[in-house]
Antibody, heavy 120, light 107 residues
Framework: QVQLQQSGPGLVKPSQTLSLTCAIS??????????WNWIRQSPSRGLEWLGK?????????DYAVSVKSRISINPDTSKNQFSLQLNSVTAEDTAVYYC??????????WGQGTVVTVSS | EIVLTQSPGTLSLSPGERATLSCRAS???????LAWYQQKPGQAPRLLIY???SRATGIPDRFSGSGSGTDFTLIISGLEPEDFALYYC????????FGGGTKVEIK
């Protein structure tokens, strides 16, 4: 059974960088049939896909247009995990952040969620 | 970006009744790329249906999905107490998007 365990701070100051990690068990971040995503949820924006990384003989990355200039998602094969970095955060980035696996064009396994508040 | 509009916003039903949830896309979506999720308070969404009509592992057969093009439907035939929750549709395109959700509440 695939499990995704999220970690990272729940409070980030405005203009700083939000950093979260998603540790994978029961699968490999290098799985050629999977992609590893970050999704957030807030009352104002609903569920919002942020981006993904995936391996198909080389690493690839796709990001949502809304955050493309500020986001980085990186795999760590040595620890079988992937991370999210979102720069220059504002109060608009306050949300619950989820990591999720997608295979066959749907998000089949999700992390437990991390409540991130942007506040000084 | 493909916008998904779910209706109704809230569905008030009694246990045992049938729930019909609608998801309309702003442009055509491949059935392969349409999924439904259930979310309960304080929990992550759970995949119910993928490929518009295929049930995910462990999902009871009272959940069924159908549709094509711009109109998709999730039916829960015979609501159980644990089915009262939020439901979201999702399209997996170049830029994945989610609908705004339908809340199924106890009448």
């Amino acid at each position: 059974q695939v499990q995704l365990q999220q970690s990272g701070p729940g409070l980030v100051k405005p203009s700083q960088t939000l950093s979260l990690t998603c540790a994978i068990s029961g699968d490999s971040v290098s799985n050629n049939n999977a992609a590893w995503n970050w999704i957030r949820q807030s009352p104002s924006r609903g569920l919002e896909w942020l981006g993904k990384t995936y391996y198909r003989s080389e690493w690839s990355y796709d990001y949502a247009v809304s955050v493309k200039s500020r986001i980085s998602i990186n795999p760590d094969t040595s620890k079988n995990q992937f991370s999210l970095q979102l720069n220059s955060v504002t109060a608009e980035d306050t949300a619950v952040y989820y990591c999720a696996r997608d295979m066959y064009w749907a998000f089949d396994f999700w992390g437990q969620g991390t409540v991130v508040t942007v506040s000084s | 970006e493909i916008v998904l509009t779910q209706s109704p916003g809230t569905l008030s039903l009694s246990p045992g009744e049938r729930a019909t949830l609608s998801c309309r896309a702003s442009q055509s979506v491949s059935s392969t790329y349409l999924a439904w999720y259930q979310q309960k308070p304080g929990q992550a969404p759970r995949l119910l249906i993928y490929g518009a009509s295929s049930r995910a592992t462990g999902i009871p057969d009272r959940f069924s999905g159908s549709g094509s093009g711009t109109d998709f439907t999730l039916i829960i035939s015979g609501l159980e107490p644990e089915d009262f929750a939020l439901y979201y549709c999702h399209q997996y395109g170049t830029s994945p998007t989610f609908g705004g959700g339908t809340k199924v509440e106890i009448k």
